[in-house]
């Protein structure tokens, strides 16, 4: 018998190097590491796990990567268009209802592992409870359940006042639980503003608090790039504080609440913007803190605000 006739290639198949130029092209020529995510995207879907980069792109997934390639051109945020978007050790769902995962909230979740292991280990019995207040798409609340487990963490709570966040918060929960060997701790998304929706029986016996809040002003949010501009507004834009300092509303909200249900010792881990830090750790011994610290991200830069209660 015969072999079999070498399938023909199909004409819309194209080198790989020659769709980046096309697709860098469609960019405008100045992202080209862009146009190398966009095919690598697109590649994902026709090449197995694991695989070299092929030399050559089907043609359907040649067109895919022009479809991208023109919502990008576009303005649209690459984390949107490819609908996931890595963080931590974790692969996220994300699209317009929730903020896009940033390098900088990385570091503030490697801030509050920091804290929880400092609070687990002055532990007797029982293992934390956590929240993360504003969780979007659970990005902190599954990285830190990602990283302590259930070993640690007797509870963790993520909540959000937007239905719509909490739906793709559910949807990277249960990938993440599917993908899990076991051990893990329990994790429960509610609906509502800050810590307002946790159980009353929680009050007094929360560990540690996590959140990243909107801190943008309302005259920052006027300057941004387009691209940030098509994320929620309202998980980024925030009034000022009671005392007028700008952009710190929520940030305000969230400590004041974490303290009525903080036990001791207990600690707050927010997200915040630069210049922000000495107004918000002001404020943090102003609310009752015994303690308030200013931790960098990666860039150096004073981002993550850690207020403590003592024993």
């Given amino acids: 018998m015969s072999p079999p006739a070498p399938t023909a290639p199909d004409p819309g198949d194209i080198e790989t190097r020659a769709l980046v ?19 690598d995207e697109v590649l994902r879907g026709s090449a197995p796990v ?25 303005g649209e945020p690459l984390q949107y268009i490819f609908g996931h978007w890595p963080f931590r050790e974790l692969d996220l769902r994300v699209d317009p209802r929730v903020l896009i995962p940033r390098p900088e909230t990385e570091q503030v979740v490697e801030v509050a592992l920091g804290e929880a292991r400092r609070l687990a280990g002055r532990r007797t019995a029982g293992g934390l409870v956590v929240v993360d207040a504003g969780t979007g798409s659970g990005a902190i609340a599954l990285a830190l359940a990602n ?22 918060a559910a949807v990277n929960l249960r ?43 309302e005259q920052e949010w006027a300057g941004l ?12 834009v925030a009034g000022p504080a ?4 700008p952009g710190l509303a929520d940030v305000e909200a969230v400590l004041a609440e974490a303290h009525a ?15 922000q830090a000495e107004a918000a750790r002001g404020m943090a011994i102003q609310l009752g803190y015994d303690e308030g610290a200013i ?9 993550a605000l850690v207020a403590r209660l003592g024993a």
């Fill in 21 to 39: 130029d096309e697709v860098a092209g469609m960019l405008g020529g100045t992202a080209r590491h862009e146009a190398r995510f966009i095919v």
């Fill in 50 to 74: 694991g695989a070299a980069r092929p030399a050559v792109v089907p043609a359907d997934a040649a067109d895919s990567a022009r479809a991208m390639a023109a919502r990008r051109a576009a």
């Fill in 147 to 168: 990283a302590l487990g259930a070993g640690v963490l007797a509870q963790l709570w993520a909540t959000d006042r937007s239905a719509d966040a909490l739906e793709v």
């Fill in 175 to 217: 990938a993440w639980r599917g993908a899990s060997a076991g051990g893990l701790p329990d994790v429960h998304l509610v609906q509502g503003s800050w810590l307002a929706p946790l159980p009353a029986a929680l009050r007094g016996r929360v560990d540690l608090v996590v959140s990243n809040p909107p801190y943008v002003t």
């Fill in 225 to 236: 790039d387009p691209e940030v501009r098509a994320e929620p507004r309202q998980a980024l």
């Fill in 242 to 245: 009671r005392d007028g300092a």
């Fill in 261 to 275: 249900w903080l036990g001791r010792p207990g600690a707050v881990v927010v997200e915040l913007a630069p210049a």
């Fill in 295 to 303: 931790e960098p991200d990666l860039a150096g830069r004073p981002r």
